[in-house]
């Protein structure tokens, strides 16, 4: 094999002369350059409808365009579930019940839920039931549904591949997303009957866990015959505005040996066997209590540090100087006013950007609140840390 070859973001990493600039700039923030030029980018919006009503912003504007959002550095890989479990084939999405202005829908995840008649974006609506009730609703209704082996799964994964072959060729980050232990279980069982089956039901908890592994270590082992993975990122959300819905010792007994075996079988079948795996986990809430506790199975990367929840960039960057960090800037402070902008960033950003390491984004999507003028500024003042 030539050398070339060995440097193509698969057998090797591409060197750095060779990659595009949003890589070269995506490496720096995973790589904790200190001093490294700020990643502009956003983590979402709620606000588009207002700015469009009040004819800031059409609905065809490129809004990466017009506030400086740069490239993407990063090729996300999916087919794993994000917020639900990743069902193939999914749940009949269908009408079950009118409550006069609300309707209650079966969603294809599976579960009941209440909406707004006419309306099921833009707001949090309603999970009035979940799928898994029972060893019968569980082994008859979802798990076959999680089998990797089921015909046609595979085919999204194979159409995603040429694309992810592109990024890591040139440098970009090949992340692989997917759904967390946690959310997974939420999404199957409820909120509040999860709790429960913890106590309850423990086996049926570590058989739903076992079928999540099965899934994961299958379609992630597919995409590396192809692909060296650079990150692998789960969408957790097991924090509430006091920490952790569940306990550590639960964490330990229920999520970390699945997500321990399936970075291990990862890690062993990397083309790159030089490549550093760099671990994230998104949680809401106040994620201060289970930082130590995901260091076990090794996160480098943890986002979006909610601020009203009590989360703050700056202390957790102390005290946790290796953790790289995205979000954690006050959706609160950018409606409030260009003043209270000016304040936050100066109270963050020049540290932040010194350590190196992080992505300064609003801690959740950008809520309506947030004028259009506020947000403008928002963004002028961290183009001053590029």
Same mark, same amino acid.
């Given at each position: 094999?030539?050398?070339?070859?060995?440097?193509?973001?698969?057998?090797?990493?591409?060197?750095?002369?060779?990659?595009?600039?949003?890589?070269?700039?995506?490496?720096?923030?995973?790589?904790?350059?200190?001093?490294?030029?700020?990643?502009?980018?956003?983590?979402?919006?709620?606000?588009?409808?207002?700015?469009?009503? *009040?004819?800031?912003?059409?609905?065809?504007?490129?809004?990466?365009?017009?506030?400086?959002?740069? *490239?993407?550095?990063?090729?996300?890989?999916? %087919?794993?579930?994000?917020?639900?479990?990743?069902?193939?084939?999914?749940?009949?999405?269908?009408?079950?019940?009118?409550?006069?202005?609300?309707?209650?829908?079966?969603?294809?995840?599976?579960?009941?839920?209440?909406?707004?008649?006419?309306?099921?974006?833009?707001?949090?609506?309603?999970?009035?039931?979940?799928?898994?009730?029972?060893?019968?609703?569980?082994?008859? %209704?979802?798990?076959?549904?999680?089998?990797?082996?089921?015909?046609?799964? &595979?085919?999204?994964?194979?159409?995603?591949? +040429?694309?992810?072959?592109?990024?890591?060729?040139?440098?970009?980050?090949?992340?692989?997303?997917?759904?967390?232990?946690?959310? $997974?279980?939420?999404?199957?069982?409820?909120?509040?009957?999860?709790?429960?089956?913890?106590?309850?039901?423990?086996?049926?908890?570590? %058989?739903?866990?076992?079928?999540?592994?099965?899934?994961?270590?299958?379609?992630?082992?597919?995409? =590396?015959?192809?692909?060296?993975? %650079?990150?692998?990122?789960?969408?957790?959300?097991?924090?509430?505005?006091?920490?952790?819905?569940?306990?550590?010792?639960?964490?330990?007994?229920?999520?970390?040996?699945?997500?321990?075996?399936?970075?291990?079988?990862?890690?062993?079948? =990397?083309?790159?066997?030089?490549?550093?795996?760099?671990?994230?986990?998104?949680?809401?809430?106040?994620?201060?209590?289970?930082?130590?506790? $995901?260091?076990?199975?090794?996160?480098?990367?943890?986002?979006? &540090?909610?601020?009203?929840?009590?989360?703050?960039?700056?202390?957790?960057?102390?005290? $946790?100087?290796?953790?790289?960090?995205?979000?954690?800037?006050?959706?609160?402070?950018?409606?409030?006013?260009?003043?209270?902008?000016?304040?936050?960033?100066?109270?963050?950003? +020049?540290?932040?950007?010194?350590?190196?390491?992080?992505?300064?984004?609003?801690?959740?999507?950008?809520?309506?609140?947030?004028?259009?003028?506020?947000?403008?500024?928002?963004?002028?003042?961290?183009? *001053?840390?590029?």
């Amino acid at each position: 094999m030539s050398k070339e070859t060995l440097r193509d973001g698969i057998h090797g990493m591409v060197p750095r002369a060779e990659m595009s600039e949003a890589a070269r700039r995506h490496r720096d923030f995973y790589e904790m350059k200190p001093g490294a030029s700020i990643i502009q980018r956003e983590f979402g919006f709620y606000s588009l409808e207002r700015w469009i009503a *009040e004819g800031h912003i059409r609905q065809d504007t490129n809004i990466h365009e017009i506030f400086g959002f740069e *490239e993407n550095g990063i090729e996300r890989l999916g %087919d794993l579930g994000w917020t639900e479990a990743e069902f193939y084939p999914r749940f009949e999405s269908k009408w079950v019940e009118d409550r006069g202005d609300h309707e209650v829908i079966l969603d294809e995840a599976g579960r009941h839920v209440l909406y707004f008649k006419g309306r099921r974006s833009g707001f949090m609506p309603e999970y009035l039931e979940h799928p898994v009730k029972d060893w019968k609703t569980w082994k008859e %209704d979802c798990k076959w549904r999680l089998d990797p082996t089921t015909p046609g799964r &595979f085919a999204a994964i194979e159409q995603s591949l +040429p694309i992810a072959k592109a990024g890591a060729a040139q440098g970009k980050i090949v992340q692989q997303g997917l759904i967390g232990g946690y959310m $997974y279980l939420r999404s199957l069982i409820g909120p509040l009957e999860l709790l429960y089956k913890f106590y309850d039901e423990p086996k049926l908890i570590h %058989d739903c866990m076992k079928t999540w592994f099965e899934l994961a270590d299958a379609i992630i082992a597919k995409r =590396q015959e192809a692909l060296t993975i %650079d990150e692998i990122f789960f969408g957790e959300d097991i924090c509430y505005n006091h920490g952790s819905l569940i306990s550590p010792e639960m964490m330990r007994e229920f999520l970390l040996p699945y997500y321990q075996q399936l970075i291990t079988n990862l890690r062993k079948r =990397q083309i790159d066997k030089n490549r550093h795996l760099y671990i994230q986990v998104d949680t809401d809430g106040f994620c201060d209590p289970v930082i130590s506790i $995901y260091k076990e199975i090794g996160m480098d990367i943890m986002s979006p &540090f909610e601020v009203a929840s009590g989360c703050d960039v700056v202390r957790t960057g102390k005290e $946790y100087p290796e953790l790289r960090m995205t979000g954690g800037f006050d959706k609160r402070i950018i409606a409030e006013s260009k003043d209270a902008i000016d304040r936050e960033i100066e109270r963050i950003l +020049p540290l932040m950007k010194a350590r190196g390491g992080y992505i300064p984004t609003c801690d959740h999507g950008v809520p309506e609140e947030v004028s259009f003028e506020n947000y403008v500024h928002f963004r002028n003042r961290l183009k *001053e840390f590029v």
